[in-house]
């Protein structure tokens, strides 16, 4: 008989840092316990005496209760620290794991500029996930042409960018990110003449994506309208590209939009990707990135699903948040 399957995911207690934040909170305690000793008889002998105007004395108590309500909030993170780590190697074959969509939500190209927003987009296709199980849908609130442009551009370039990292198993699955680093690919790879050859290929490609998207963008403020019909076009190649078979399903959305009607903004934008997305793919999970924050790790598809696919974890969460690292 088989045994139990090892975990998916394991969590350690960072017993050092529990105890410096349990003796910090105790410290901390004692001083906040006896400012307000403190106060109360202040407030006491005031009320008695009449010696200090009451009023901006009790505007001070309740600023210091406030933050103190806002110390004790935030001492629940600090109560338990633990280190989550996570086996993807443990995971079910790519054929038994589950699909997921990632949704991206946009509105202005002239606000957000194309070229990141692509590069997000383009980064989502790279995830190291299975290509018939990943679909990435971007939502353009702003229904402009400017941005539906931009996503052909995009996915005729991941076609090239999408298989070369997987090929070599980059790490960095943003084009913009990979091109601007020393982080080169996998070192079984590093000196290779293929792999530099290939390299050369898809920085052209990358240059001509960027003059494309460069070109695309001018009167990017006109292109924005409040006032447009809903627009959904799936990314298909024309001339049958034998690499579509290992490319995600990309996806434009443009909601309707109407002045007077109430959208909801990204609450509304969320909504409508939903929808669509259960008409086309259906994916039980989900991933909700940022239109300028790329995906860091091409693993964080499968990474998720050690938490996801946890049989007694799995009932008791909702959402597996990564940190966002911010370098402007």
């Known amino acids: 008989m088989d045994g139990p399957s090892p975990p998916l995911n394991a969590r350690r207690v960072l017993t050092k840092d529990l105890i410096v934040n349990r003796l910090h909170m105790l410290v901390n305690g004692i001083a906040i316990l006896a400012l307000f000793f403190y106060r109360a008889t202040t407030l006491l002998r005031i009320i008695q005496t009449r010696e200090t105007p009451l009023v901006p004395y009790l505007t001070v108590i309740f600023a210091e209760i406030m933050f103190t309500f806002m110390w004790v909030l935030y001492q629940a993170y600090r109560w338990r620290p633990v280190k989550l780590e996570v086996y993807p190697e443990r995971l ?83 084009p913009a990110a990979y091109f601007s680093s020393k982080e080169s690919a996998h070192e079984k790879v590093i000196g290779s003449s293929e792999f530099a050859a290939e390299k050369k290929i898809i920085e052209k490609k990358y240059a001509e994506f960027e003059e494309a998207l460069e070109k695309n963008s001018v009167n ?109």
Not at 116 to 123: L, R
Not at 150 to 159: G, H, I, L, N, S
Request: charged share 20%; glycine share 4%.
């Open 92 to 174: 079910p074959g790519d054929e038994k794991l589950p699909p997921v969509d990632v949704f991206i939500c946009t509105a202005d190209p002239s606000k957000e500029p194309s070229l990141g927003v692509m590069n997000t987009v383009v980064s989502a296709l790279a995830l190291d996930y299975p290509p018939d199980k990943l679909a990435v849908y971007l939502q353009d609130d702003g229904g402009s042409y400017v941005t539906l442009n931009a996503v052909r551009e995009a996915w005729k370039f991941a076609r090239f960018w999408v298989p070369f990292r997987r090929k070599y198993e980059l790490k960095i699955a943003c």
């Open 220 to 328: 990017a403020r006109a292109s924005v309208s409040r006032d447009h019909p809903p627009v959904i076009e799936v990314m298909t190649d024309e001339n049958g590209d034998s690499n579509l078979k290992e490319m995600p399903l990309l996806v434009y959305i443009a909601r309707e939009k109407r002045p007077g009607h109430p959208h909801h903004f990204k609450g509304g934008a969320l909504n409508a990707l939903l929808r669509v997305s259960a008409v086309i793919t259906n994916a039980p999970y989900f991933v909700v990135l940022d239109c300028d924050m790329y995906c860091h790790n091409p693993l964080s598809a499968r990474l998720a699903m050690c938490f996801y696919l946890d049989p007694k974890l799995a009932p008791k969460i909702a959402w597996v948040q990564f940190p966002q690292k911010f370098h402007n």
